[in-house]
Nanobody
Framework: VQLQASGGGLVQAGDSLRLSCGVF????????MGWFRQAPGKEREFVAA????????IYPDSVKGRFTISRDNAKNTLHLQMNSPKPEDTAVYYC?????????????????WGQGTQVTVSA
């Protein structure tokens, strides 16, 4: 399985940005997918996750109500819609995938990782 993240860039606070993650290969091994991010000098943190087959979704409080995770089954693509981003959302964003049905917020539980895409939010 290969994951390819894209869509990052420079955005002003309050604008919108959509990240995408293409899934290539054994897609049945990627039933749960998520986004994580890592800011300079900080640990990688959980952003959102979705159970591909039933559509269950979870977010941490830091992005709830602003970010939306979704998937396009026909195109094997995962998205992260970032609305009203803040400067503190600046980070490298990674998509990740795992098999099974449990939505996990722990990065160690995810088997497959994309290469990361930089998001910079200016004030």
């Amino acid at each position: 399985v290969q994951l390819q993240a894209s869509g990052g860039g420079l955005v002003q606070a309050g604008d919108s940005l959509r990240l995408s993650c293409g899934v290539f290969g054994r897609t049945f091994s990627t039933n749960v997918m998520g986004w994580f991010r890592q800011a300079p000098g900080k640990e990688r943190e959980f952003v959102a996750a979705i159970n591909w087959s039933v559509g269950s979704i979870i977010y941490p409080d830091s992005v709830k109500g602003r970010f939306t995770i979704s998937r396009d089954n026909a195109k094997n693509t995962l998205h992260l819609q970032m609305n009203s981003p803040k400067p503190e959302d600046t980070a490298v964003y990674y998509c990740a995938a795992k098999s099974g049905s449990f939505i996990d917020t722990t990065q160690a539980s995810y088997t497959y990782w994309g290469q990361g895409t930089q998001v910079t939010v200016s004030a």
